[in-house]
């Protein structure tokens, strides 16, 4: 069985940071592309990043480019995201997936972790 464990979300003020992780249990996670989304109140499950099986190749929604970062380490079995010059329009649950391409789509995705809460005070 699959699992997706996210953790390092919390409260931090505009400006500040926070680093995302994400630990996936029960699949040869090396192989697979994953993603994070973000989900704000009233609003839908939006995309923010993507990275292939290698970690070489990387997609991001327009409003994170150079201030967010998503990485990978296959040994650790972890994806992260690093969240630089944060904004109060960064609030939301943060939620990993793993699929079997890489996309921008969260229909394309298999596995979800439960979601961890950011939120950026102004």
């Known amino acids: 069985q699959v699992q997706l464990v996210e953790s390092g979300g919390g409260l931090v003020q505009a400006g500040g940071s926070l680093r995302l992780s994400c630990a996936a249990f029960?699949?040869?996670?090396?192989?697979?592309?994953m993603g994070w989304f973000r989900q704000a109140p009233g609003k839908e499950r939006d995309f923010v990043a993507a990275?292939?099986?290698?970690?070489?190749?990387?997609n991001y929604v327009d409003s994170v480019k150079g201030r967010f970062t998503i990485s990978r380490d296959n040994a650790k079995n972890t994806v992260y995201l690093q969240m630089n010059s944060l904004k109060p329009e960064d609030t939301a649950v943060y939620y990993c997936?793993?699929?079997?391409?890489?996309?921008?789509?969260?229909?394309?995705?298999?596995?979800w972790g439960q979601g961890t809460q950011v939120t950026v005070s102004s």
């Open positions: 997936a793993s699929g079997d391409k890489l996309s921008m789509k969260s229909e394309e995705y298999d596995y």
């Open positions: 029960g699949r040869t996670f090396s192989y697979y592309p």
């Open positions: 990275i292939n099986w290698r970690g070489d190749i990387t």
